[in-house]
C-alpha cells in the first residue's frame, strides 16, 4: 500500500512539473517582419510550446498574411505583448492544446486584452489529436475579450487534419487560410 502511495504522489509530481514546465510564459520583443507592407498590419500572439509543430503552423499562416502584402509584428503572449490593439487590422492568437486546454499564457494574453474593440481575431490552436474542447475555450476566451472571430484554425501533430481541411499538411493549410482571408468590412 504503502508503494502504491508512493507511485501515486510521484506520478502527480511529474504532471504537475510536466503541467508547469509546457506552460511556462517565454518573452520576446515584437519582430516585425514585411515592415513596407501595406495590405494591413497584423498583430501575431503565441506562445510557442515546446516542440516546434506550433511554431512552424505559425510561421505558415504568417507568411501567407505577408504574401498578401500585410505587416506582421509577431510577439509571445507575455506580459511584454500589446494590449492596445487601435494600431491593429488584425489579431492572431496561436498556442498549443496542454492538458486539453489552451496554453496559459495565451488565456492570460486574452485576459490582460481585457477589450478587443470588435477586432477581427484569428485564433489558431495546435493540438495531438484531441482538441476540440480546447478549441472552444480559445474561441469563448476571444469572444470574452471582444475580439471577432473571423478564423479558427485546429491542426493536428498526429491525427489526420485531413478531416477537416481535405488536405494533411498543417503548414499548408495554415498558409492557405491566410491567403483567403477576408475580413469583414469596417
Known amino acids: 500500500m504503502q508503494f ?44 510557442p510550446g515546446r516542440f516546434g509543430f506550433g511554431q512552424r503552423v505559425r510561421s505558415a499562416f504568417t507568411e501567407g498574411l505577408v504574401s498578401n502584402g500585410w505587416r506582421v509584428e509577431v510577439t509571445t503572449a507575455s506580459s511584454r505583448a ?49 482538441g476540440e474542447r480546447s478549441n472552444g475555450i480559445l474561441q469563448k476566451a476571444v469572444q470574452a475579450a471582444n475580439g471577432e472571430l473571423v478564423a479558427s484554425l485546429l491542426l493536428y501533430t498526429v491525427r489526420p487534419n485531413e478531416d477537416l481541411y ?14 483567403e482571408l477576408r475580413l469583414p468590412a469596417s
Not at 13 to 41: F, M
Not at 171 to 179: C, Q, T
Open 82 to 130: 500589446p494590449t492596445d490593439l487601435s494600431t491593429y487590422d488584425l489579431l492572431v492568437v496561436s498556442g498549443p492544446t496542454y492538458w486539453f486546454t489552451p496554453s496559459r499564457p495565451m488565456l492570460s494574453y486574452l485576459k490582460r486584452l481585457r477589450d478587443a474593440g470588435g477586432k477581427p481575431v484569428v485564433a489558431i490552436l495546435t493540438a495531438i489529436g484531441a
Open 4 to 47: 502504491l502511495l508512493v507511485g501515486l504522489g510521484v506520478l502527480a509530481a511529474v504532471a504537475i512539473l510536466s503541467y508547469l514546465w509546457l506552460n511556462k510564459a517565454v518573452v520576446t520583443g515584437i519582430r516585425v517582419v514585411n515592415p513596407e507592407g501595406g495590405a494591413g498590419t497584423a498583430l501575431v500572439v503565441y506562445h
Open 166 to 179: 481535405g488536405i494533411n499538411d498543417a503548414e499548408e493549410i495554415a498558409s492557405s487560410a491566410a491567403k
